[in-house]
Structure formats: structure tokens, C-alpha cells
């Protein structure tokens, strides 16, 4: 064995072992992540090169090459544009069929699904004859991720709970003091998918004419090792009790933990189940006024990621760079430097974010990306006319400077803690329910900016920075006012450290604590839930 390690759930240090299994699925989830990260960088890419555009959108191609189109204008297409969009819509749809196959088949084979739809949507993406046969490969892939993020989306049991929505290959059982950083190690994955994306582009770039069958194609590896992977691994210890099938579920615990010492964790997790079975209306539950506080601020959390302009830049980066005038080469080149920089700034969360906590890196970088993207906006609004691109060396650099300021701020904060935060502060009865509105807003949310970026930047110009600097300063006077620090808190203990109290959301919390669902069999262990 590489070594061993304890596991904590209610007080209680169960013991474990690292085993070849656990590392297997941390690879697992890695890629997953990968995949996502890579579907999410691929399009901007593609969508810049002549080959593709001249295949399925040869009206962007003579716009693009036209001086008599307005700059902001040449990639306005809503076929374009649904072309990177569609992916986030057939998400959305499949986590709802997701949810039921997760229940009934288990995780393992709602991943196996996950990876047949990633392998058959690269398939009609890489040998697409027409837009439609596309768009039909991004659909696919879609639903690849709505399938892999309720697969990787386990219960697992933290401090005496059921939780959901923390990707159990990586963060498995985390202690309340590096919870954070634990958690954002799958974002970091999704990260370093978008910069294997970018890398991809800027080399077949240089292939002609199927360079960009290249990209897509590409992309069947991760989805090859996904799939894979789901053939060897086993079920979870926590799905299998949770239909009923205890002592396979006991079985694969030790197989697990690398001991036959499981008998305590065993039994906290039955227990957990039996409790998140007695929970018989989540949504309807999510719903009354003292879970209000975690559902505005789940919900608002998902909103204000996307209107922070992010995934516009990392969806089109490479079309917005060429937009300003760079070439072919200079753009895909310039979107490889953003995708380092989020990896790298996505580290510095992954560092900082359980030392200085949630409330400071999303204050800090909201000043950062206000300052960033006012100070884009001037210089295009100066020096970028609906006939002129001709930025200049200088002022070039500055762009792309800004643009890495405004990414690197986001990847240590909104990034990774739009994620987080949520999954960290739904109580027990409804944190299931929470967690997949949660995703559904985000999807939903993406899909409107991806469909709507080209569009928006042909209609307000370089005012479209503009826009996104005012929503970033409204999310951050949220943050200032709403937003409760919840760094080293037990998730069991929220209610009473964090939302009585804090001076607006104590108002919903009259009669919390009776109607919170408690583990263990009814006993509270001396901690609220």
C-alpha cells in the first residue's frame, strides 16, 4: 500500500488505507474533469480557424474577411454560437434523466453511460459532414457531461452526513480545515482540460484542411479513459447501500479502505441513507423560509459566475483576440496564455481559500476584474473602430495582460467558490435538492452567455466589458452584504455559527433547528444539522 490515512465521520477516526482502487478513481475523476475542461476550451479554437469556417459557416468566413463588416460583427452567427452553446443545453436536459439512472443502475454504470455518449459524440463531431451532424456531436457530448456530473456528483458521509455534490474521487471524506481546497481540486481539473484544449488548437491550427477534425477528434482520448475506467472500477460503498444491497456495499467498503475494520463507517453510512430516504419532499422543502438564505445564495452564486463574463472569454477567447485584430497564430497563441494562467491561479485557491477564506478572495477579485475589464474597454473603445483593428504592439500586449489580470482573479475566486459555497451550506434534508438546482442554473445560465456572446459584442462593442464590469460590481456588493464567511466551519454547525448569526439571514431562521433532520438515529451528538 502507498500509505494509509483515517477517515472522520461524528468524531469518530475510521481507518483506511490508500488503495490501487481509490487511486484509480482519483484518475477517474481527474478525467472527467479533463473532458469537461477540454469540450469547454475546443470550440473557441475551432470556431477561429478558416477550414472549419469555411466547411459549415462559409457566410463567418467572408464576413471575417471582408473590411466592409463591422469588426465586432464577423462572428455573429447563432449557428456559430450554438454551435459551443448546444453542449450546455443537452446538459442541463440530461442531468434530469441523469438523476434517475443514478438512483436506480448506481454510479458506476451512470458513468459508463456518461462515457459511451462523450465516445459517440466525438465521433460525429471529428467526421461531421454538415452543421447538423455538429450539432448533433455537441448534443451528444452534452449529454456525456450531464451524465458525468450526477455520477461524479456521490454521497458521501462528512462529519455524520449525507452529502451531496463532492466529487468523491477527490475529496472523499474532507476534514472541515482543508474542505475547500479538497473540493476545488476537481475545477482545477477542468482547468488544465481548457489548457490542453487551447495547446491542441494552436498546433492544428497549422494542419490544413482537417486540422480542426483534429481538435474534436482529440478529445475521444479522455472520454476513452473515462469509459475505461467506469468498466474497472466498482460501484460506491454508498450507492449500493442506498439500494439496498448492504452487504455488497460492506464488501466493497473494505475493498475500499484496504482493512476489515469498517464496521463503525459501515454503520454510519446505512444510517446516513436511512436518514436521506426519510427526506421525502427535498424541493418542496428547499422551498420554506428557513432554507431561503442557501437557496438565493446557490442560486445568485450560479448567476453572477456567468455574468462575470468568464466563459465568454474562455469559450471565445481565440475569436474575441481575432476580433482585435491579432492573426490566426497570435490569437490561438494569446488564448494558450490564459488557459496557463487559470491553472496556475486556480493553485493559488486551492491554497489560499481555507487560510484567508471565501469572502476575501471573491472581495479581492471582484476589484481585480472591475479594474481589468473597464481598463479593456477604454483602450478598445480608443484604439479598435468598427474599420480599424489595428490595436498596435503595445497596446496588443496590454490586452492580453488585462485579459490574464481579469482570468487569474476569477480562477482563485468565483471559479472554483460558485461551487463550493453551495455545497457547503445546504442543510441535510435539502442539500440533494439544492445541489441540482444549483448545476441546473449554472448550465442554464452558460447556455445564454454562449449563445449570446457573439451577439452582444456586435450590438454594444467594446462596451460589452462594460456590461460585465457592472454586473462584477454587483455581485461583489452581494458578497459584501449577503455573503457569510463559512472558512473552517463544520458543515453540521452552519445554522448556529453562520445564519442566526448573521444580521440579514437570521431573520429566516425562527424554528430551525426542529425541523433539521439529524443522523443517528435522532441523536444530535451535541451538533445541530
Request: one cysteine or more; charged letters at 15%.
Amino acid at each position: 500500500m502507498a500509505g494509509g490515512f483515517s477517515v472522520s465521520g461524528s468524531g469518530v477516526e475510521f481507518e483506511a488505507k490508500i488503495t490501487p482502487i481509490v487511486i484509480i478513481s482519483c484518475i477517474m475523476a481527474a478525467t472527467g474533469g479533463l473532458m469537461f475542461g477540454y469540450d469547454v476550451g475546443i470550440s473557441g479554437g475551432v470556431t477561429s480557424m478558416d477550414d472549419f469556417l469555411r466547411e459549415f459557416f462559409p457566410t463567418v468566413l467572408k464576413k471575417k474577411h471582408e473590411d466592409k463588416e463591422s469588426n465586432y460583427c464577423k462572428y455573429d452567427n447563432q449557428g456559430l454560437q450554438l454551435f459551443t452553446s448546444s453542449l450546455y443545453l443537452a446538459g442541463l436536459t440530461a442531468t434530469f434523466f441523469a438523476s434517475y439512472t443514478t438512483r436506480r443502475l448506481g454510479r458506476r454504470l451512470t458513468m459508463l453511460i456518461a462515457g459511451v455518449f462523450f465516445i459517440v459524440g466525438v465521433i460525429f463531431n471529428g467526421a461531421a459532414q454538415n452543421l447538423a451532424m455538429l450539432i448533433v456531436g455537441r448534443i451528444l457530448l452534452g449529454c456525456g457531461v450531464g451524465f458525468a456530473n450526477q455520477a461524479s456528483n456521490f454521497p458521501i458521509i462528512l462529519s455524520g452526513e449525507y452529502v451531496q455534490a463532492v466529487p468523491l474521487f477527490l475529496s472523499e471524506i474532507a476534514p472541515t480545515r482543508i474542505r475547500g481546497g479538497l473540493n476545488i481540486l476537481f475545477q482545477l481539473n477542468v482547468t488544465i482540460g481548457i489548457l490542453f484544449a487551447n495547446l491542441v488548437n494552436y498546433g492544428t491550427a497549422k494542419i490544413h484542411p482537417w486540422g480542426w477534425r483534429l481538435s474534436l477528434s482529440l478529445a475521444g482520448i479522455p472520454a476513452a479513459l473515462l469509459t475505461l475506467g467506469a468498466l474497472f472500477v466498482v460501484d460506491t460503498p454508498n450507492s449500493l447501500i442506498e439500494r439496498g444491497r448492504l452487504e455488497e456495499g460492506k464488501a466493497v467498503l473494505r475493498k475500499i479502505r484496504g482493512t476489515d475494520n469498517v464496521e463503525p463507517e459501515f454503520n454510519e453510512i446505512v444510517e446516513a441513507s436511512r436518514v436521506a430516504q426519510e427526506v421525502k419532499h427535498p424541493f418542496r422543502n428547499l422551498l420554506q423560509r428557513r432554507n431561503r438564505p442557501q437557496l438565493v445564495i446557490a442560486v445568485l452564486l450560479q448567476i453572477f459566475q456567468q455574468f462575470t463574463g468568464i466563459n465568454a472569454i474562455m469559450f471565445y477567447a481565440p475569436v474575441l483576440f481575432n476580433t482585435l485584430g491579432f492573426k490566426t497564430d497570435a490569437s490561438l497563441y494569446s488564448a494558450v496564455i490564459t488557459g496557463a494562467v487559470n491553472v496556475l491561479s486556480t493553485l493559488v485557491s486551492v491554497y489560499s481559500v481555507d487560510r484567508v477564506g471565501r469572502r476575501m478572495l471573491l472581495l479581492e477579485a471582484g476589484v481585480q476584474m472591475f479594474l481589468s475589464q473597464v481598463a479593456i474597454a477604454v483602450v478598445l473603445g480608443i484604439k479598435v473602430t468598427d474599420r480599424s483593428d489595428n490595436l498596435g504592439h503595445g497596446w496588443a500586449i496590454m490586452v492580453v495582460v488585462m485579459v490574464c489580470t481579469f482570468v487569474s482573479s476569477f480562477a482563485w475566486s468565483w471559479g472554483p467558490l460558485g461551487w463550493l459555497i453551495p455545497s457547503e451550506t445546504f442543510p441535510l434534508e435539502t442539500r440533494s435538492a439544492g445541489q441540482s438546482v444549483t448545476v441546473c442554473v449554472n448550465l442554464l445560465f452558460t447556455f445564454v452567455i454562449a449563445q449570446a456572446f457573439l451577439s452582444m459584442l456586435c450590438h454594444l462593442k467594446y462596451a460589452i466589458f462594460a456590461f460585465f464590469s457592472a454586473w462584477v460590481v454587483v455581485m461583489s456588493l452581494f458578497v459584501l452584504f449577503f455573503l457569510p464567511e463559512t472558512k473552517n466551519i463544520p458543515i453540521e454547525e452552519m445554522t448556529e455559527r453562520v445564519w442566526k448569526q448573521h444580521w440579514f439571514w437570521k431573520r429566516f431562521m425562527d424554528g430551525a433547528d426542529k425541523h433539521h433532520v439529524v443522523p443517528n438515529g435522532g441523536k444530535s451528538n451535541g451538533a445541530t444539522v
